[in-house]
């Protein structure tokens, strides 16, 4: 059980406010969510990650490594550990190539790996079902020829005309180009929440919002910044958050524009 973020914006930009400042900052959720943390983004277009196995909150580096990344696409993740120890090969965000991948969810590991093939196998690192679910996925993807929205689809129906045991499914995922962003649970669907905010500071009418929202906002406009966020819970509250629908899956270009596509 875990709790994920995404954001893609129109240039390199920090995330200190979301780790640390929001009201519910990833810090306030890794105080119950304390088996490690993550951050991966893209430098010079190259896929980098940062993982702890300690927790966010008690993290001695934490602000040191946020204040450094600058990127248009950046995954972070807090973790609550079901399927594998607490150890940096089992810490989200994933990456492989240039893909970057975080999970919150539950998925037979055993099942996930009679469906993957061995060479998809042969690049697992962890225990974690969560990192066969982001292999099966790109299985899936090369099976259709590199398309990465239909390796979702692929990969998430087998998952759920196959697979007898599983919960969650929710996930963010990164090419370095889009950012993707997929919703499901059969339980437990109020936990296994996933939102997504257009933040364009420049059309936001700053007298209705905290002031802690009024500081970020006023600099994002300063730099011309606009970011489009993914976050399983609503990190501010006075905001547009918008919920994503159970079995719809998000992607998000350089344009910014939020797609939103019911695959189940």
């Known amino acids: 059980m875990c709790r994920l973020f995404g954001l893609i914006a129109n240039r390199p930009v920090d995330v200190s406010f979301s780790f640390y400042e929001a009201p519910r900052s990833l810090r306030l959720q890794s105080l119950v969510h304390k088996d490690g943390w993550g951050i991966a983004w893209y430098e010079a277009g190259s896929a980098r990650v940062y993982k702890e196995v ?5 993290s001695r580096s934490g602000h040191s490594v946020i204040r450094k990344v600058r990127s248009n696409i950046i995954i972070a993740h807090v973790r609550l550990k079901t399927c594998g120890e607490r150890k940096i090969e089992n810490t989200h ?23 993957l093939e061995d060479e998809y196998k042969r690049r697992i690192v962890g225990d974690t ?7 099966l996925i790109l299985q899936e993807a090369d099976r259709h020829g590199g398309d990465l929205s239909a390796g979702i689809r692929s ?6 005309e196959n697979c007898r045991e599983y919960r969650g499914l929710n996930f963010v995922l990164s090419d370095g180009m889009r950012l993707y962003a997929f919703r499901y649970a059969p339980v437990d669907v109020y936990y296994y929440s996933l939102y997504y905010l ?19 906002i006023e600099s994002k406009a300063i730099a011309g910044e606009r970011a489009v966020i993914i976050s399983s819970e609503r990190m501010t509250e006075d905001e547009s958050w ?10 998000v270009d350089s344009s910014l524009t939020p797609r939103l596509e019911e695959i189940l």
């Open 198 to 216: 257009e933040r364009a500071p420049s059309h936001r009418a700053l007298h209705t919002v905290s002031k802690q929202t009024r500081m970020l």
């Open 242 to 251: 918008k919920e994503i629908p159970l079995g719809a899956l998000v992607t």
């Open 129 to 135: 079902d969560s990192e066969r679910y982001f292999h």
């Open 93 to 115: 965000p994933f990456v492989y190539r240039n893909f970057i991948f975080a999970h919150n969810g539950h998925i037979d590991r055993n099942w996930l790996d009679t469906v």
């Open 155 to 160: 990969a998430v129906g087998m998952i759920i």
């Open 54 to 58: 300690n927790a966010l909150f008690e």
